[in-house]
């Protein structure tokens, strides 16, 4: 089974932006340790990266038509983007899986990060944890995916 890990803007620069907030490892890093906590679940996965919002919601309607769960660190587009949060909704609307994952806590952070436009869409939320939040949102992940009857 496979399932689509998107990052949003800026996650391609981890390890050299602000290291003492996102840590000192960089992407490629992030993408091997999904990878490795993805097969011990099962899974194989796809992590991508990009600083595009339509790229991102092409990722998500992709998902969609293909049947494939998600987990999602939306980034900065996690506080105002309501095109990135309707196509959330037609992941978790089709029944599958939608995890937004963050790397640090929005809600210990500045005021402005506080509200996700995307959490009220998303199967679940997991925050702080550094790159464990993936491998939580990996394990959160059914054995097998939930059909939607309503096809």
């Not at 803007?9 to 091997?32: C, H, I, M, W």
């Not at 991508?48 to 919002?53: L, M, S, V």
């Not at 436009?117 to 939040?133: E, P």
Request: proline residues 5%; contains cysteine; glycine residues 8%.
């Amino acid at each position: 089974m496979r399932v689509l890990i998107l990052n949003g803007p800026n996650l391609g620069r981890l390890g050299s932006r602000e290291p003492d907030v996102y840590g000192a490892q960089n992407f490629v890093s992030l993408t091997k340790f999904c990878v490795d906590q993805a097969a011990s679940h099962g899974y194989s996965a796809e992590v991508r990266q990009t600083n595009d919002e339509a790229e991102l919601i092409s990722w998500l309607y992709e998902a969609v038509d293909s049947r494939t769960p998600v987990i999602l660190n939306p980034a900065a587009f996690t506080h105002y983007s309501y095109a990135l949060r309707d196509a959330c909704a037609q992941v978790s609307g089709s029944g599958l899986p939608l995890v937004e994952v963050h790397l640090t806590n929005p809600a210990s952070r500045e005021a402005f990060r506080h509200n996700s436009v995307i959490s009220g869409v998303a199967t679940g939320t997991i925050a702080g944890f550094g790159f464990h939040s993936y491998r939580l949102a990996i394990s959160s992940l059914p054995v097998e995916p939930e059909t939607d009857d309503r096809r």
